[in-house]
């Protein structure tokens, strides 16, 4: 845990020193060594604020996010656009022309060379930390099928460490926990965690500690309190992977702390605010839009322009929700959900779902109040009712208004059957429970990703 923060402080102060350096270097070839009028200096304050920023919005500071990845480079390269354009915005405002302090394309040099700079010493810092760390464990504390089941999910999950099982009641030692492949079960060591501590990254109780000897669970607090984080599954989820487990909702959960937040009347005044500002500010940049879409679906054919279905909305009140067709209207009004290659989409309408201009009136569905800019997508009536009767914990995301993005959009593939929409739902809880104004604008940061790369349907 340790070397992790160390790490990310590394990071970060590297950003520092490198963007700061290459703005020096840029600079001094810009002025011919005419570089320390305070008339320079001080607007370049701001990248060496904003970018820390931007990064830190999409965790790359932190290193459980794998940097090796397309996921991660394409976010990292959105956050520093975003850096760059922020503090243009922010120097204009401020100065009215940037350029006259230290020339136009300082800024986007600059950051442009930072982006690509950044980028590898993450690459190369997180490969050290890798490896590092395949020599260290997860150790799972149980045997039964909540253990069984949350190994295989931290697999499919692309945690990439190993894992060891100690079983409690030592009744299946030997064993494999699932499969060929999955760790044997071995006995808790008689010094009872004395030699976890540096060799192991955590443990996770994933046993019912109301079995377990008072003795046992001493000493398991002392191995926390040596340096060794000790999670309960549904912690180590929400840590971890940023999500809640479906197997472990009960109604109970509704009651817990964090659940009260999207309730409380100062969010939502100020998360209602913004969405009108937001989806105001949207609906003037996209407006060439809103002739340009109408005219390319009208060529395509006569049907209406504005497709309208009933959604579930908060507190599970139906609304219309708007969206430009993509789709033929014969077949348009089943409430199946969209399928790979799905043969109703139009041509017009592949690439409206490509680029994510369909989504677009639902920027009015926000002024109206029916959705928000951030929140769980909103489902289909019919499916919500499907749903909800074969997992009644679902309607736990009715507690806030959908949005036009969310958490699970940005974390999950998109949805086509029961099994997709209780997987999605365990990132709808997670980002209802630990809303924040951090998560929000890192769901925006991510979503921007996600339409450069073209992801959705």
């Given at each position: 845990?340790?070397q992790?923060?160390?790490?990310?402080?590394?990071?970060?102060?590297?950003?520092?020193?490198?963007?700061?350096?290459?703005?020096?270097?840029?600079?001094?070839?810009?002025?011919?060594?005419?570089?320390?009028?305070?008339?320079?200096?001080?607007?370049?304050?701001?990248?060496?604020?904003?970018?820390?920023?931007?990064?830190?919005?999409?965790?790359?500071?932190?290193?459980?996010?794998?940097?090796?990845?397309?996921?991660?480079?394409?976010?990292?390269?959105?956050?520093?656009?975003?850096?760059?354009?922020?503090?243009?915005?922010?120097?204009?405002?401020?100065?009215?022309?940037?350029?006259?302090?230290?020339?136009?394309?300082?800024?986007?040099?600059?950051?442009?060379?930072?982006?690509?700079?950044?980028?590898?010493?993450r690459?190369?810092?997180?490969?050290?930390?890798?490896?590092?760390?395949?020599?260290?464990?997860?150790v799972?504390?149980?045997?039964?099928?909540?253990?069984?089941?949350?190994?295989?999910?931290?697999?499919?999950?692309?945690?990439?460490q190993?894992?060891?099982?100690?079983?409690?009641?030592?009744?299946?030692?030997?064993?494999k926990l699932?499969?060929?492949?999955?760790?044997?079960?071995?006995?808790?060591?008689?010094?009872?965690?004395?030699?976890?501590?540096?060799?192991?990254?955590?443990?996770?109780?994933?046993?019912?500690?109301?079995?377990m000897?008072?003795?046992?669970?001493?000493?398991?607090?002392?191995?926390?309190?040596?340096?060794?984080?000790?999670?309960?599954?549904?912690?180590?989820?929400?840590?971890?992977?940023?999500?809640?487990?479906?197997?472990?909702?009960?109604?109970?959960?509704?009651?817990?702390?964090?659940?009260?937040?999207?309730?409380?009347?100062?969010?939502?005044?100020?998360?209602?605010?913004?969405?009108?500002?937001?989806?105001?500010?949207?609906?003037?940049?996209?407006?060439?839009?809103?002739?340009?879409?109408?005219?390319?679906?009208?060529?395509?054919?006569k049907?209406?322009?504005i497709?309208?279905?009933?959604?579930?909305?908060?507190?599970?009140?139906?609304?219309?929700?708007?969206?430009?067709?993509?789709?033929?209207?014969?077949?348009?009004?089943?409430?199946?959900?969209?399928?790979?290659?799905?043969m109703?989409?139009?041509?017009?309408?592949?690439?409206?779902?490509?680029?994510?201009?369909?989504?677009?009136?639902?920027?009015?569905?926000?002024?109206?109040?029916?959705?928000?800019?951030?929140?769980?997508?909103?489902?289909?009536?019919?499916?919500?009712?499907?749903?909800?009767?074969?997992?009644?914990?679902?309607r736990?995301?009715?507690?806030?208004?959908?949005?036009?993005?969310?958490?699970?959009?940005?974390?999950?593939?998109?949805?086509?059957?029961?099994?997709?929409?209780?997987?999605?739902?365990?990132?709808?809880?997670?980002?209802?429970?630990?809303?924040?104004?951090?998560?929000?604008?890192?769901?925006?940061?991510?979503?921007?990703?996600k339409?450069?790369?073209?992801?959705?349907?």
């Amino acid at each position: 845990m340790r070397q992790r923060v160390l790490m990310s402080l590394s990071l970060l102060v590297l950003d520092v020193i490198t963007l700061g350096a290459l703005f020096y270097i840029i600079i001094l070839i810009r002025f011919q060594g005419e570089i320390f009028s305070e008339t320079v200096w001080q607007p370049l304050l701001v990248p060496l604020i904003v970018a820390p920023i931007m990064i830190f919005l999409i965790d790359g500071y932190s290193l459980k996010n794998d940097m090796r990845s397309l996921s991660y480079a394409t976010e990292h390269v959105v956050a520093g656009l975003a850096a760059l354009v922020l503090t243009i915005v922010s120097i204009y405002m401020f100065t009215f022309n940037p350029g006259n302090y230290f020339g136009r394309s300082v800024l986007p040099l600059s950051f442009l060379s930072f982006i690509a700079i950044s980028l590898l010493y993450r690459v190369y810092i997180y490969s050290l930390f890798h490896n590092h760390q395949k020599e260290r464990y997860f150790v799972i504390l149980g045997t039964g099928g909540l253990a069984r089941d949350f190994y295989l999910d931290c697999l499919k999950s692309g945690i990439s460490q190993n894992f060891r099982v100690l079983d409690v009641s030592q009744t299946k030692v030997g064993q494999k926990l699932c499969g060929k492949d999955s760790p044997v079960i071995e006995p808790v060591p008689e010094d009872q965690f004395a030699t976890l501590n540096g060799s192991h990254e955590a443990v996770i109780v994933a046993d019912d500690r109301r079995s377990m000897k008072r003795e046992f669970v001493e000493k398991l607090i002392r191995c926390h309190f040596n340096g060794v984080p000790i999670f309960s599954v549904e912690k180590f989820y929400e840590n971890y992977l940023q999500k809640i487990p479906s197997s472990l909702v009960n109604p109970q959960l509704l009651l817990r702390e964090g659940f009260d937040v999207p309730r409380n009347p100062i969010f939502e005044k100020i998360k209602r605010l913004s969405d009108i500002v937001l989806a105001s500010i949207g609906l003037i940049l996209t407006s060439p839009f809103f002739l340009l879409v109408p005219l390319l679906i009208r060529l395509g054919d006569k049907d209406p322009i504005i497709f309208k279905q009933v959604r579930t909305g908060k507190d599970n009140v139906p609304f219309n929700c708007y969206k430009f067709r993509t789709m033929a209207m014969t077949q348009v009004n089943s409430p199946a959900c969209t399928e790979k290659f799905d043969m109703r989409i139009t041509k017009v309408g592949k690439w409206l779902r490509y680029l994510h201009l369909d989504e677009l009136p639902q920027l009015w569905n926000v002024l109206k109040g029916d959705m928000s800019m951030i929140g769980p997508r909103p489902e289909q009536a019919k499916l919500t009712e499907v749903y909800e009767k074969q997992y009644f914990c679902y309607r736990f995301r009715h507690l806030v208004r959908p949005g036009i993005t969310g958490w699970a959009q940005v974390n999950y593939k998109y949805g086509e059957d029961l099994n997709d929409a209780i997987k999605k739902f365990e990132y709808d809880l997670y980002y209802i429970r630990h809303f924040s104004i951090k998560l929000d604008a890192s769901i925006v940061l991510k979503t921007l990703t996600k339409m450069f790369m073209g992801a959705g349907r």
